[in-house]
Nanobody, 124 residues
Framework: QVQLVESGGGLVQAGGSLRLSCAAS????????MGWFRQAPGKEREFVAT????????YYADSVEGRFTISRDNAKNTVYLQMNSLKPEDTAVYYC?????????????????WGQGTQVTVSS
């Protein structure tokens, strides 16, 4: 099993940067693919980025490609989402998720564990 705790959300201006962290507990951490999803008010949860078991393989939603970077530090049991060139449309609650497979997935239903979510607000 995996427990996830997220941090790093906040309020930033358009064009700014923010780094989200997801601290995981559980000795099986390195056996799980990880993902980031987001949910804006009145919208369904959507895929943002995912990373597979090391050696790392990453995949991004078209809307964030080139601006966001997902990374994994197994020694610290932590997954990060570096967000640069933020836009107002990036405003959402961001969720960290873990999948009990080594390969990544873009689908909400393929993830087994979820963090509590952290609010990201980008002003224009």
């Amino acid at each position: 099993q995996v427990q996830l705790v997220e941090s790093g959300g906040g309020l930033v201006q358009a064009g700014g940067s923010l780094r989200l962290s997801c601290a995981a507990s559980g000795r099986t951490f390195t056996s799980y693919a990880m993902g980031w999803f987001r949910q804006a008010p009145g919208k369904e949860r959507e895929f943002v980025a995912t990373i597979s078991r090391s050696p790392d393989t990453t995949y991004y939603a078209d809307s964030v490609e080139g601006r966001f970077t997902i990374s994994r530090d197994n020694a610290k049991n932590t997954v990060y989402l570096q967000m640069n060139s933020l836009k107002p449309e990036d405003t959402a609650v961001y969720y960290c998720a873990a999948r009990s497979r080594i390969y990544y997935s873009t689908r909400v239903e393929n993830y087994d564990y979820w963090g509590q979510g952290t609010q990201v607000t980008v002003s224009s």
